[in-house]
């Protein structure tokens, strides 16, 4: 599910340039996936700050430790750019960079096989990744397509990683001016993925005679959406979102490099304000539920995981600004 959600987003990140294609088809969805993705913007910084939580977890499926996690914040950095579009912009290459800081705070862990209480230092962790993706956009049966091959490599602080890949193609099915299809397939090019294809849709519906519209992309988001005050925008609605960092680790257990992968299922309220045409702020508040946490050798398929735990649900805000080098009123 990580990796679908991903690279869902660098999907959309590659298409961004299309805001200036000349056909207005085209310009229209450009326009709405930058709308859609902060972090399909130029440059994007985005601070989140969880709530304490408690959890409960498994080593090798036996029971591990119980504790708590007192705090746990995230900062996020994310920069964009096309560096080559040919003439009629149907072809377009573009670099992405992400940068990602975890820390976390803890209470006191009881460990199951000692019997004993203790406490953790602060853990903090760091993560990078980079892309290069081709989109390249034409018709089929008079309805636009688009087909993305994109590499990327991720790491830490202490090495690169991972190499991946994937090739997707969407097709616009309609595109009226309340209601836009899209649907389409995804093939992922990496080893750990557990299921190597699968189906894109998405589905953004403004409500005759209302302020109100629908934006739904499977698998990330259902959101209700309106403008509010001069300038803003509300958002109401659940998100899944995934995170995931690299571990060294040197135990008697673990020696290696692991992969720590979280699947959160957000749910709550986001307020949008648009400073100018192309620095755009955002404020998002409610609950988070931790639907998975699990550690993977490196490399390994989620579904062959060392290590799992399962969290209490948690409050959350996150806070964020993105400046968009191409958008126009």
């Not at 869902?8 to 340039?17: D, E, M, N, P």
């Not at 930058?34 to 408690?54: H, M």
Request: proline share 3%.
């Amino acid at each position: 599910m990580k990796s679908k959600i991903i690279s869902l987003i660098v999907v959309f990140t590659s298409l961004q340039t299309m805001a200036q294609e000349k056909e207005p088809g085209m310009k229209t969805l450009g326009k709405a996936i930058v709308d859609k993705f902060p972090t399909t913007r130029t440059f994007d910084v985005q601070y989140e700050q969880l709530g304490p939580s408690n959890y409960n977890s498994d080593l090798f499926g036996n029971n591990f430790e119980k504790g708590r996690i007192e705090s746990h914040n995230r900062f996020k950095a994310a920069f964009n750019l096309p560096f080559y579009a040919s003439g009629s912009k149907k072809f377009v290459i573009t670099t992405s960079l992400r940068y990602k800081y975890e820390s976390y705070s803890f209470g006191d862990i009881y460990n199951y096989s000692s019997a004993q209480t203790y406490a953790r230092d602060m853990k903090d962790y760091h993560y990078w990744a980079g892309a290069v993706s081709a989109t390249y956009m034409t018709s089929l049966f008079k309805k636009p397509v688009i087909y993305n091959a994109t590499v990327s490599v991720d790491g830490n602080e202490d090495d690169l990683q991972r190499l991946k890949g994937f090739v997707s193609a969407i097709i616009v099915l309609k595109r009226t001016p309340s209601t836009t299809i899209t649907v389409g397939a995804l093939a992922l090019l990496d080893p750990s993925s557990i299921i190597p294809v699968t189906p894109l849709f998405s589905m953004n519906h403004k409500f005759k005679d209302s302020k109100w519209d629908m934006d739904f992309i499977l698998p990330q988001r259902l959101l209700f959406r309106r403008e509010l005050l001069e300038n803003g925008r509300i958002s109401l609605g659940t998100e899944l979102n995934s995170e995931s960092f690299y571990l060294n680790l040197n135990t008697s257990n673990l020696s290696g490099v692991y992969e720590l992968n979280q699947l959160e299922l957000k749910s709550g309220i986001t307020y949008e304000y648009c400073f100018t045409p192309k620095i755009i702020a955002f404020v998002k508040a409610g609950v988070n539920n931790v639907l998975s946490t699990r550690i993977t050798e490196k490399g390994e398929r989620t579904n062959r995981y060392v290590y799992d735990h399962k969290e209490d649900a948690q409050g959350y805000v996150r806070v964020g600004i993105s400046y968009n080098l191409f958008q126009r009123k």
